[in-house]
């Protein structure tokens, strides 16, 4: 049995007032998909945020690789932020830089000088997400898909150990959709690469998991399969998959 | 007892900014000395900068100094000493209004651009889109920004002050007749190399001000449009204000490092 690539203990987090995460228990194996589930506002993204260590928890532990990160400073984090790429919701690109230098721009940052090899890397990344021929684009003028086509990109140019994915198909058509969880099945395929998933769309989850975990009032409330998912009986989980909101309508 | 938890709440607010701003240079300032700066960021930063102030610069400087002509003429015609525009002149130019106006007008220029460019980053992710891309955003945000601004802000305040003269010396000389072979030589009896100096150390300092204040307000912005709206005016009135203080403070202690009207 392999050990997790990512352990996840206790995990607590507040804002404000509000208790976001009540101690969360994870693992993630290394070259699974694990789509995390839950309600809008439920602190998916939240608890995204802190397997990269863009935020500190209250309390709890992440190991990643057997090194604790949560106490890490934030130069100490760039070697394990090297080995962890993030697609963020809205795709998050630099909007005073074309296509082109958004997807360049880990590259040059890691100290690659030669425009011949920026350019060929650059070139596979954006065929890899079906965006040839938008390099000189500014991010302004691309479309909610393409943004996020390109923030892939980006996020696989130097490819990354594991690749954390925020809501990846939220606000886009199911066409869009569809063509991005394809690209997560391909990307999974071809750079054998461990993800992460945030989202509450059950055709994204069926089509790219392959465990499922559901996030409620803070807490990791069912892990397994996707077809243990569909299976369920309990309560919480028949809600969600069924899309019942519990609400009595006068 | 209402109005003490306000004032202590207006003080720790205060504190915890001035903590923020010492963290914020602390970290610059040690990134720069690691030698952690990028070229190209830093070049552009001089020419938007150092560059495109120039005309604002140019424009203030040359005006203020001759209406402060004008009037300091009119003033002094009736005790007879005109020829005591040039220095009275120079010398405000040199050691307050070049640099306090340049820092103005930077702030004004430069400072709410940093704020609403760095601001828009923050609120929109792209900010931690740098951070999970292994890019620290002080290294890749504040200090080519800081390096530009150390670089441009003493050079801009000596043009300010040299247009501020050249435009006291026209207007004195060529438009309120007073005689130039006096204006030039009361001026050079009166404005030392220590004025120069003082000039630049006000400048230096002043860009400190800026660029560590409107950095700080963009990486703190926060709730979307109306919180970089609020970033950037909160960070012309800061550096607008602690500009003025800190003029006032840096005169008393250059005053004692070089001391005014000694020869």
């Keep these: ?250 | 007892m209402e109005v003490t938890f306000y004032l202590g709440g207006l003080f720790l607010g205060f504190l915890n900014f001035l903590g923020q701003l010492a963290v914020l240079a602390g970290e610059t300032l040690s990134s720069i000395g690691r030698g952690r700066i990028r070229m190209r960021l830093t070049l552009q930063q001089i020419a938007e900068i150092g560059f495109r102030s120039q005309l604002v610069v140019i424009v203030t400087g040359a005006f203020t100094g001759a209406v402060f002509t004008a009037q300091a003429y009119f003033q002094f015609a009736s005790l007879n000493m005109q020829t005591a525009v040039g220095p009275v002149v120079a010398l405000s130019m040199f050691r307050e209004l070049g640099p306090v106006l340049t820092g103005l007008m930077v702030a004004g220029r430069v400072g709410a651009a940093m704020s609403a460019e760095i601001g828009t980053m923050k609120v929109t992710q792209q900010i931690d889109a740098l951070r999970a891309l292994a890019v620290n955003p002080v290294d890749y945000l504040v200090v080519p920004r800081a390096v530009a601004m150390f670089i441009s802000m003493p050079l801009l305040v000596v043009e300010c002050v040299g247009c501020g003269v050249l435009a006291s010396y026209y207007v004195g000389v060529e438009v309120l007749r007073i005689n130039g072979v006096y204006f030039l030589a009361n001026i050079q009896k009166f404005a030392e190399g220590s004025d120069i100096v003082m000039s630049l150390v006000k400048g230096f300092v002043f860009a400190g001000i800026i660029v560590f204040i409107s950095c700080r307000e963009g990486l703190y912005a926060k709730d979307g449009a109306v919180g970089v709206g609020r970033a950037t005016t909160a960070s012309v009135v800061n550096c607008s204000l602690s500009i003025l203080i800190a003029n006032f403070f840096l005169t008393m202690a250059l005053n004692i490092v070089f001391p005014a009207g000694q020869r």
């Design chain 1, 1 to 250: 049995m392999n050990e997790p690539l990512i352990k996840v203990r206790d995990l607590v987090q507040r804002i404000g007032e509000q208790e976001i995460l009540r101690g969360i228990n994870l693992e993630v194996m290394p070259g699974e998909t694990l789509v995390l589930l839950g309600k809008s506002g439920g602190g998916k993204s939240v608890f995204l945020r802190h397997l990269i260590g863009l935020m500190r928890p209250v309390s709890g532990s992440i190991i990643f690789e057997g090194l604790e990160i949560t106490n890490l400073k934030e130069r100490e984090l760039e070697p394990v932020r090297r080995k962890v790429g993030m697609l963020f919701q809205d795709g998050a690109l630099f909007d005073s830089l074309n296509v082109f230098d958004n997807v360049a721009f880990p590259l040059r940052e890691r100290g690659e000088k030669n425009p011949k090899t920026v350019r060929e890397k650059v070139a596979g990344s954006l065929a890899m997400v079906n965006m040839t021929g938008h390099e000189r684009k500014m991010p302004v003028n691309l479309s909610g898909g393409m943004r996020k086509r390109v923030a892939l990109a980006r996020a696989i140019i130097s490819p990354p150990d594991v690749l954390l994915y925020d809501e990846p198909t939220a606000g886009l058509d199911p066409i869009v959709s569809d063509s991005i969880n394809r690209l997560i099945r391909r990307l999974q395929r071809q750079l054998n690469m461990t993800s992460v998933v945030v989202t509450h769309d059950l055709v994204s989850c069926n089509h790219v998991a392959d465990r499922v975990a559901l996030l409620d009032a803070g807490r990791i409330h069912f892990l397994g399969t996707p077809a243990e998912l569909r299976d369920a009986q309990d309560a919480i989980v028949r809600d969600f998959v069924d899309g019942r909101s519990g609400e009595t309508v006068y």
